[in-house]
């Protein structure tokens, strides 16, 4: 068990998100079952009151769990320096073998969350607060996609061993090795470039016809391969080296924090197209303002990404 | 998101308003961020202190065991090891600790010849500094810093007499004192030539207290240790990076204690100001349906509530770190600093290097301001949701 | 423009302190109008006026203001209404002592955000209506009787609401401060404002702006 601070810290959040999280769900169960809006009594406006206090513990669930992420990767770089062979945050992460699925399992986890309050901000906008009942049902299934997290989060502090030698991201990141992923490393470039691409053109006619369902389609699509592709392709770019895979390396300093960039504009732009999509499907009155913020962000993401393949060209006159 | 100012100048209005109340919250979440940040600047500091220290210190050491215990080694190995490949140097080193009853120290006596290439670049400038030939026909040493003070406080002023492992006494003089890269070094070393040590310490002339190798490659380091261990199935083989990984796991450990000692006072800090968050005085029970009724919502009151919070955090936060600073690198923290240092053998007069970065500042921030915030969200609610129509009457 | 239809109020309900304020309240009101509601401690006047201010929920019936029907409304748009449409005047002005003159009459509107600009203009405006711009920037606590009341009422004006309640205005002062309060509303009365207060003084009894008196008497209009 590996008792630094910062592990230390994670793991008191963690609990603090655990138990509120339970009183927010136990809170949230009568609410679920009994909400109706039509009704008169004291029994009812004292559901209305609790579903703020819920929304509220929401709110700051998800407002510390988004820099917590990143804390989290923090967490696991400094750790690296521990563990032998580990060299960044992607080998610690490895270095259990749930560690990758945490980690996706997390991302999964803002998305959802981050859905729930935009759900929120909706129905308030609402006189008949008409997504009341549904926002609840949601949350108690995200409570225990919650609790999932937390108690993965807290055996992976917990497994991890500094004694036990673990491979780093040159091994990890390669078709040569047994990891989960490897098999992903035998598509060729050409192919998951085209990949990206096409992903991107899909994206782009769904915006233009301005179809939620498409977009939502599109958008989770674009998402899947663009990390992907990032992993496989665009990386090897930021780091002018074919081998070098890794996604978290390009988050710190000596690539100017770039990583931050490329993250920040992709999650923003496919999760604003995701939750913008299910709102629409959801609430008829939906603006479309999102088609645009979402575009915005997924533009950029292209533009970066894209950019480093083109100038690397550029200076160098061949492809890596 | 606009920043609302105005609702920022009612909360601080109102954090005044509730004067003692609001005191006693800051005052009492400054102290334990205070506490906290200081531990960690400590902590910070000796483990930046203890890096430059490890980068001094020889790439392998090889000790000889017997019985589960350290034990002179043979000088013959010596060349036997200068035979495997990539080893650059091999260098018998005589040295051991001398306890000096009186005042309670151990110092670090250690045996230098000018000839030997020497692993310390300290090292390296005394025997440039001092000839060596001297010493021992005189007799002298040269010591650090703090060992040259402890000496003057017991009334040894040039010289010092030192017990023999026989009952007799040997008389040695202080040549000079000397000043090294880190303080956590020049502070219990003792150097003199390698045969004043092997009298002092009553040692064999042929064997050495332990050998050091630098090798050409670090890379190698792993293969040159296993070729060791094979060759001597009795010796331990330490590597730099082993001391590295055990000092950052003895730091974390410690900082770990500390921290879980901080969970319990983190948690009672919590129901504190969840119980003072909740009492509220008629007055405040007034003002909440005044607000309410001229068209504050639940959530303008939640969100006021918030903002009190956060300018009370920011306020503890900022003090405590700029006390904690002060504290911890003008006052050189005394007391909380014992809780680090009790791994060495002298009580260091050193003093801490200055460091401050970003990820610290972080981490105090994950470990105090969402406690606090999660202390006053069902208070605050509770307050912001109550009814208004008494405020009719 | 206020409609009260078959309004029921009943405190602790089916517990044994059980309380019907108000019964079957059928009442409406028009634009510009001066209301006094007449009646004892305990007739209702106030759960009356903190229904139609939608500070409560009625146990039955409901209030319907310009065709929006607040009784149903959850909380964050029945402040957002009384915000926008009420202006409170209280038994006890309820300032905030330690905030000064304007900080207090803008209190309703911070949640808003407003603009610094036009929130200044207005101020300024109902501050030199009241005779007290002098006074804009000193602390509530230090102000006279007189002049506390008229911020109240400013505060209660800032917003321009289009209903101005006033429960038990003059219950905490002497005559000559009372009779420079009816002066003040006999001043605000205008086509598209209506007035409702809640009162047992009888200086309220014979105004000749006051359009009606309307009398309670154990939750029922009589």
């Known amino acids: 068990m590996l008792l630094t601070p910062e592990v230390i810290a994670i793991l008191i959040l963690d609990t603090i998100f655990l138990l509120f999280g339970v009183f927010a769900f136990y809170i949230s169960i009568p609410i679920a079952l009994k909400w109706d809006i039509n009704s008169t009594s004291a029994f009812q406006y004292g559901l209305e009151k609790k579903a703020i206090l819920v929304a509220t513990i929401i709110k700051y669930i998800f407002i510390l769990k988004l820099p917590l992420f990143l804390f989290f990767i923090f967490t696991a770089d400094k750790i690296s320096g521990v563990i032998t062979g580990a060299m960044c945050a992607a080998g610690v992460v490895n270095s259990v073998s749930f560690g990758l699925s945490l980690f996706v399992f997390k991302i999964l986890n803002l998305y959802i969350f981050g859905f729930w309050l935009f759900l929120h901000v909706e129905d308030m906008k609402d006189e008949k607060l008409r997504f009341t009942k549904l926002k609840f049902v949601i949350f108690i299934a995200a409570f225990f996609l919650l609790i999932i997290e937390i108690f993965y989060e807290i055996s992976f502090f917990t497994s991890l061993d500094v004694d036990k030698i673990v491979s780093c991201c040159g091994t990890l990141f390669s078709a040569a090795s047994t990891s989960t992923i490897s098999f992903l490393f035998n598509i060729s470039n050409p192919a998951i470039v085209t990949a990206f691409y096409i992903s991107l053109g899909l994206y782009l006619i769904s915006y233009f016809v301005k179809n939620a369902k498409l977009f939502l389609v599109t958008n989770t699509i674009f998402f899947i391969v663009s990390v992907l592709s990032l992993i496989l392709f665009f990386g090897t770019y930021i780091y002018e080296l074919p081998t070098h895979h890794c996604p978290f390396c390009f988050l710190q300093k000596d690539y100017y924090y770039i990583g931050y960039i490329i993250y920040i504009t992709l999650f923003t732009g496919t999760f604003i197209g995701i939750s913008g999509s299910i709102l629409s499907l959801i609430k008829s009155k939906f603006s479309n303002r999102y088609y645009n913020i979402s575009f915005l962000f997924n533009i950029l993401y292209t533009i970066i990404v894209t950019a480093y393949p083109v100038v690397f060209y550029i200076r160098n006159g061949v492809w890596l | 998101m606009n920043i609302n100012h105005f609702m920022i100048g009612f909360a601080i209005n109102s954090i005044l308003r509730r004067g003692v109340k609001s005191f006693f919250t800051l005052f009492i979440f400054t102290v334990l961020i205070f506490l906290l940040s200081s531990i960690l600047f400590i902590s910070n500091s000796i483990k930046t202190e203890l890096g430059l220290t490890l980068k001094s210190l020889p790439e392998i050491i090889v000790q000889k065991i017997q019985a589960g215990r350290h034990t002179n080694i043979e000088l013959k190995r010596v060349d036997k090891l200068l035979e495997f490949h990539g080893v650059k140097s091999a260098v018998p080193r005589i040295w051991g600790y001398y306890y000096f009853e009186r005042a309670g120290v151990n110092f670090s006596v250690v045996g230098i010849d000018a000839f030997d290439k020497q692993y310390k670049e300290s090292f390296e400038q005394i025997t440039e500094n001092f000839d060596f030939d001297e010493l021992n026909q005189d007799s002298s040493m040269v010591v650090g810093e703090g060992v040259k003070k402890v000496l003057s406080d017991n009334y040894y002023k040039d010289y010092f007499n030192f017990i023999k492992p026989d009952g007799e006494l040997e008389k040695i003089t202080i040549a000079a004192t000397f000043k090294s890269s880190t303080s956590l070094e020049s502070n219990d070393i003792i150097i003199m030539p390698k045969k004043m040590v092997l009298k002092i310490f009553g040692m064999n002339e042929k064997k050495a207290t332990d050998i050091i190798l630098s090798v050409a490659n670090p890379e190698e380091i792993p293969t040159i240790v296993e070729k060791i261990k094979n060759l001597y199935p009795d010796t331990r083989v330490i590597t730099q990076n082993d001391l590295r990984v055990s000092y950052q796991n003895i730091f974390d450990y410690k900082s770990g204690m500390f921290l879980a000692l901080f969970i319990v006072s983190a948690f009672t800090f919590f129901m504190i100001v969840y119980d003072k968050a909740s009492g509220l005085s008629s007055e405040e029970k007034k003002e909440i349906g005044i607000l309410k009724a001229i068209g504050w919502k639940i959530d303008d009151i939640l969100k006021e509530k918030f903002y009190e919070a956060f300018i009370i955090s920011f306020i503890a936060f900022l003090s405590a770190i700029i006390l904690a600073l002060f504290f911890v690198y003008t006052l050189e923290a005394p007391i909380l600093r014992d809780i680090f240092t009790g791994y060495s053998r002298l009580k260091p007069d050193f003093s801490l290097p200055f460091v401050f970065d970003f990820q610290t500042v972080a981490l105090l921030f994950f470990l105090t301001i969402p406690l606090y915030i999660a202390a006053i969200i069902i208070p605050s609610w509770k307050v912001a949701s109550m009814d208004a129509d008494e405020v009719m009457r | ?222």
């Open chain 3, 1 to 222: 423009m206020i409609e009260c239809k078959n309004l029921t109020k009943i405190f602790n309900k089916n517990k044994n302190d059980e309380h019907i304020a108000l019964k079957n309240i059928n009442l409406s009101f028009n634009k510009g109008e001066v209301v006094v509601l007449k009646g004892a401690s305990g007739s209702g006047k106030s759960t009356l006026l903190a229904l139609i201010a939608a500070l409560s929920k009625p146990n039955d019936g409901e209030v319907i203001v310009n065709e929006k029907r607040i009784s149903k409304m959850p909380d964050n748009f029945t402040s957002l209404f009384r915000r926008e449409n009420i202006g409170f005047i209280f038994q006890k002005y309820n300032l905030i002592p330690t905030l000064s003159v304007k900080d207090n009459i803008i209190l309703p509107l911070i949640p808003s955000n407003p603009d610094e600009k036009l929130l200044e203009n207005d101020v300024d405006k109902i501050l030199e209506k009241f005779s007290i711009n002098s006074k804009k920037h000193m602390i509530v606590k230090q102000l006279s009787g007189g002049e506390q009341q008229r911020v109240a009422i400013s505060r209660a004006l800032i917003n321009n609401p289009k209903i101005i309640i006033a429960d038990e205005p003059t219950a905490n002062l002497d005559a000559k401060l009372s009779i420079d309060f009816i002066n003040i509303i006999e001043q605000l009365k205008n086509s598209s404002t209506t007035i409702i207060i809640a009162t047992h003084d009888p200086l309220f009894f014979d105004l000749n702006f006051v359009d009606r008196i309307i009398e309670l008497k154990n939750g029922e209009v009589i």
